[in-house]
Nanobody, 126 residues
Framework: QVQLVESGGGLVQAGGSLRLSCAASGRTFSSYGMGWFRQAPGKEREFVAAINWSGGSTRYADSVKGRFTISRDNAKNTVYLQMNSLKPEDTAIYYC???????????????????WGQGTQVTVSS
């Protein structure tokens, strides 16, 4: 079992940057793909970015490509989401999830993620 704790959210002006972190418990972190999803008020949770078990493959939603970067440090059991050029429409609760399995391509479907953190709020003011 994996426990996930997100941090790094906050209030930022449009054009600013934030870095989210997701710390995982357990010794098998490196055998999980990791993903970031977000949920805005009144909307369903949507895919943001994902990274495979080794960090060798990443995927991004079109809306964040070129602005967000996902990375991981398996020695620290942590996955990161660097968010630059933030826009008001990026405002949401951001969740990290863990996908079991050492797949080359991480999943963009939240159904494949068995474990979730509690979320961290990101608010971008205009």
């Amino acid at each position: 079992q994996v426990q996930l704790v997100e941090s790094g959210g906050g209030l930022v002006q449009a054009g600013g940057s934030l870095r989210l972190s997701c710390a995982a418990s357990g010794r098998t972190f490196s055998s999980y793909g990791m993903g970031w999803f977000r949920q805005a008020p009144g909307k369903e949770r949507e895919f943001v970015a994902a990274i495979n078990w080794s960090g060798g493959s990443t995927r991004y939603a079109d809306s964040v490509k070129g602005r967000f970067t996902i990375s991981r440090d398996n020695a620290k059991n942590t996955v990161y989401l660097q968010m630059n050029s933030l826009k008001p429409e990026d405002t949401a609760i951001y969740y990290c999830g863990a996908e079991p399995g050492s797949y080359y391509y991480p999943s963009v479907s939240e159904k494949r993620y068995n474990y979730w953190g509690q979320g961290t709020q990101v608010t971008v003011s205009s």
